[in-house]
């Protein structure tokens, strides 16, 4: 982390999310925000955003990171596996899927039952939230 990246951070309010639900989907939105550069995301016509919450959003990202991206943290159980990022994929499908088609086409995609396919992503979600709310990010 570079030095205006901490100071950023420690100047800026992190955003609390009310449940792990809100918190992935809205890193993943985060995530493909940026892989997308100089695609407008925010739409046609929408009204600029203020530094504040550009900097609320940079600071919340980079708390929220490791939470995603480590194979191991501070937070986790002894006997928990380590976090792969196909299992965060999954469970962004899980929740995704369950609104658009229903779990059933995720469930077959990964050889899996409904109910197999539920404890899993419900394990992944478990994990993820013991991380983000050691990190002040869940409320």
């Given amino acids: 982390m570079t030095y205006a990246a901490l100071?950023?951070?420690l100047g800026a309010e992190i955003l609390v999310f009310g449940n792990t639900r809100k918190a992935v989907l809205w890193y993943?939105?985060?995530k493909l925000?940026?892989?997308?550069?100089?695609i407008a995301l925010d739409g046609?016509?929408?009204?600029?955003?203020?530094?504040?919450?550009?900097?609320?959003?940079?600071a919340t990202y980079s708390r929220m990171v490791p939470c995603f991206e480590s194979e191991r943290d501070a937070a986790d159980l002894d006997n928990e596996f380590c976090l792969y990022g196909r299992r965060v994929e999954h469970l962004i499908d899980w929740y995704v899927m369950g609104v658009e088609r229903?779990?059933?086409?995720?469930?077959?995609?990964l050889g899996m039952t409904l109910c197999e396919l539920s404890k899993y992503a419900?394990?992944?979600?478990?994990?993820?939230r013991r991380r983000l709310e050691?990190?002040?990010?869940?409320g």
């Fill in 7 to 9: 100071a950023r951070e």
């Fill in 28 to 30: 993943a939105a985060q």
């Fill in 33 to 38: 925000r940026r892989k997308t550069r100089g």
């Fill in 44 to 58: 046609v016509g929408a009204m600029p955003r203020s530094q504040a919450s550009v900097d609320s959003a940079l």
């Fill in 102 to 109: 229903g779990q059933q086409s995720l469930a077959d995609r």
């Fill in 122 to 128: 419900g394990f992944t979600e478990n994990v993820l």
């Fill in 134 to 138: 050691s990190r002040g990010l869940l």
